[in-house]
């Protein structure tokens, strides 16, 4: 122990586990047992030898029509054999075929590579480099990987592992040829469910004695369903909750919708072959529940929470998850999760023409808007929880019946910031195409901390570039000063300086004509930085002057503490060490006064190095005791290390080399594994600098 702070006794976190990520299994699973058996055969070898002596990798690529049961059947197996995958197994759905953008394959990369705890910050911002670390992530593991959705071989490619203990599944409605003649994919063609197979699910869905009492209406009900599983298992539902109607019924029900929309059909329609059932069934809804299916096809993510159904329905809390729990036993919705929902993509084309054919175009767009103001607010939520004194602007206001919880810790707005991340993304993108530029531009300023602080650079950049363009698009001055700033910010991270100075200067110039002080006073210190790092220390001196006068000037605290720890920072690059020290203790002071105690861990360990620097060693060792304490109550494992590397150098200069041998040691257990350009240095102190000897 050290001033009540245990420096060498700190338990690093515990082993992670292993990414778990299918899906729930189906239930009601139609055998499909040839095929189950050709995947059976596709396993990777079960040892580790045999296996490196067979195909480099092992893909199996399902295709098949839309609503045949790929997705089930990708699923159901891979449930069946996730014990032999013994490091775990990877899912994403591609959204390869809907109504929206399908998932792009750096954002898929990126998802797989943070499940299988590959540290944020090691991330590459590029597609390449992301395939390539996933590729060496895998080395030698037991992975399985499912990938759904899959419209074009460039979509899935980069997701295939290139070790032969890992197999890669695939869904998709294309051939993926391309795989196969490629990749070796065996590839399996999953067709329409057999007449005896599709009566076998009836059976199932509505009992033996209905389908025993009437076999020539369950055979006509199975083929009116085109013998697919989705289309059987929403008919069985609707006809398991009402027993006393005869299957012939149901069939003459069915007929008459057949006929009506035999009209609307057209070449390529996706769905001919469903949409008399799924007509049947949702005219079979109350209308209340009707309205709120046709609302939910007009969000722009994947899966929707209870309370981004109820914004975009414009009803309560209880009422959405009531209406949610109406359409899922209807099987016209799927709830992975506690709280979540989501459409079959055929489903989800559905809902969004029904939308188009009976909502009002003005009625569309107000749903939509709700949606979008959940999201903004709910992320506003976030923010002041998470980033209290980051930059806050007057948001559009949302409407009484938009449902907005507010958030309490910081570990539960990081939360709902995962779960949102790509609805969030989707929100913004469809905001601003549908010309709702305001949020399209709000939006990404209130959520820009997040992307920062999870380290998702290139969502970061991106969110910001179509802020950016909606706030030109509103005329709005602001919107653009702020999202300029915040490119800034991530072009400076992505070390992109050119870029990053190009934007921090527009960034101040807009921010003057509508005098926003904050965002002026950060994108000059925000310049000063790049000129900091180009060793151009006279420039940045100046500027950062420059922004802490704006900050002082206009009562903005935490940006002239922040200002006055970037000019202690050119002090000490200059040898001035008793100007840094005073710089950096007026620092801690105006950070301390305002309870930002992250910012003053950050002013507390240059202040340490100040210290050592000069001499004054038993002041550093509390600086930086101090900024070790806080670092690890913000669970900051980087800036641990740095601090403990920091520490081992005092306590050597002190000649208590076996206190500093054990704070490089565990500084270089956390740093080695984030891949920290530090740790090679601290590796040569500790293979270097020998510990104390005894006599």
């Not at 082993?15 to 899906?23: D, E, H, S």
């Not at 590579?113 to 597609?127: G, K």
């Not at 054919?357 to 009625?363: D, F, G, K, L, V």
């Amino acid at each position: 122990m050290y001033g009540g702070v245990n420096l060498f006794g700190h338990a690093g976190p515990p082993p992670l586990p292993p990414p778990r990520q299918l899906p729930l299994d189906a239930t009601r699973f139609v055998n499909r047992k040839q095929t189950l058996t050709r995947l059976d055969a596709a396993l990777p070898a079960g040892n580790d030898a045999t296996a490196a002596g067979g195909p480099s990798m092992t893909v199996a690529a399902i295709a098949g029509a839309p609503g045949v049961g790929k997705t089930a059947l990708a699923v159901h197996w891979a449930h069946r054999v996730r014990q032999w995958f013994s490091d775990g197994d990877l899912y994403v759905d591609m959204r390869g075929y809907g109504p929206g953008p399908a998932l792009d394959v750096g954002q898929a990369l990126d998802t797989f590579l943070r499940a299988l705890h590959v540290p944020a910050e090691q991330i590459p911002t590029d597609t390449e480099g992301r395939a390539a670390l996933y590729r060496s992530a895998l080395t030698g593991k037991r992975i399985l990987v499912v990938v759904d959705n899959v419209s074009t071989v460039g979509q899935v490619r980069p997701l295939l592992p290139a070790t032969p203990t890992c197999m890669a599944i695939i869904t998709s409605r294309s051939r993926l040829s391309g795989l196969v003649a490629r990749e070796g994919a065996s590839r399996m063609t999953l067709d329409v469910l057999s007449p005896d197979e599709a009566i076998a699910l009836l059976h199932d869905s509505i009992g033996g004695d209905r389908v025993s009492a009437e076999p020539q209406a369950a055979a006509e009900l199975a083929r009116r369903c085109a013998y697919l599983p989705l289309a059987l298992r929403i008919i069985g539902e609707r006809i398991a909750n009402t027993p006393y109607v005869t299957l012939a019924e149901f069939v003459a029900d069915l007929a008459l919708v057949d006929h009506q929309l035999d009209a609307l059909t057209v070449d390529d329609d996706e769905l001919s072959d469903v949409r008399a059932v799924f007509s049947w069934s949702y005219q079979a809804l109350p209308e209340d529940a009707a309205g709120f299916f046709r609302l939910l096809g007009l969000h722009a993510g994947s899966d929707i929470s209870v309370s981004a159904a109820a914004a975009i329905a414009g009803v309560s809390l209880p009422r959405a998850r009531s209406l949610l729990d109406q359409l899922t036993a209807a099987h016209l919705v799927q709830s992975p999760a506690r709280d979540r929902y989501l459409f079959h993509d055929l489903l989800r084309a559905y809902a969004l023409e029904r939308a188009q054919a009976e909502e009002r175009p003005e009625q569309q767009r107000r749903a939509r808007r709700r949606v979008h103001t959940w999201y903004l607010w709910m992320a506003e939520e976030g923010r002041k929880v998470i980033l209290p004194y980051s930059h806050a602007i007057a948001l559009v206001p949302a409407e009484p019946d938009v449902p907005i919880t507010p958030v309490r810790t910081v570990a539960e707005a990081m939360a709902w910031f995962e779960r949102e991340r790509l609805n969030i993304l989707d929100a913004i993108r469809q905001a601003d195409e549908l010309g709702d530029h305001d949020i399209a531009w709000q939006l990404p300023v209130v959520s820009d901390g997040f992307f920062e602080l999870k380290s998702y650079w290139a969502d970061w950049r991106d969110v910001h570039l179509t802020g950016l363009r909606a706030a030109r698009s509103a005329g709005s001055r602001l919107g653009e000063a702020a999202n300029l700033r915040c490119l800034g910010d991530a072009y400076w991270r992505m070390e992109q300086r050119e870029t990053a100075l190009d934007c921090y200067r527009q960034g101040a110039d807009a921010s003057r004509d509508v005098e926003d002080h904050w965002v002026e006073g950060f994108c000059l210190r925000g310049l000063g930085l790049i000129h900091e790092e180009l060793g151009q220390i006279d420039e940045a001196l100046n500027l950062y002057g420059q922004a802490r006068e704006v900050f002082r000037h206009h009562g903005i605290t935490r940006g002239e503490g922040m200002s006055m720890l970037s000019l202690g920072n050119c002090h000490r690059a200059r040898g001035h060490f008793d100007t840094a020290v005073a710089h950096y203790q007026e620092a801690v002071a105006i950070l301390d006064g305002i309870n930002d105690q992250w910012s003053v861990a950050w002013a507390s360990y240059p202040l340490g190095l100040a210290y050592q620097q000069s001499g004054r060693l038993d002041e550093a060792l509390e600086q930086h005791q101090r900024a070790l304490e806080l670092f690890r109550r913000f669970d900051d494992r980087r800036c641990e290390g740095l601090t403990l590397a920091a520490l081992g150098d005092t306590f050597h200069a002190t000649d208590r080399h076996d206190d500093a041998q054990r704070c490089w040691q565990e500084a270089l257990q956390i740093l080695d594994p984030l891949g920290d350009p530090h740790a090679d240095a601290v590796r040569r102190l500790v293979e270097v600098v020998p510990p104390t000897r005894s006599e």
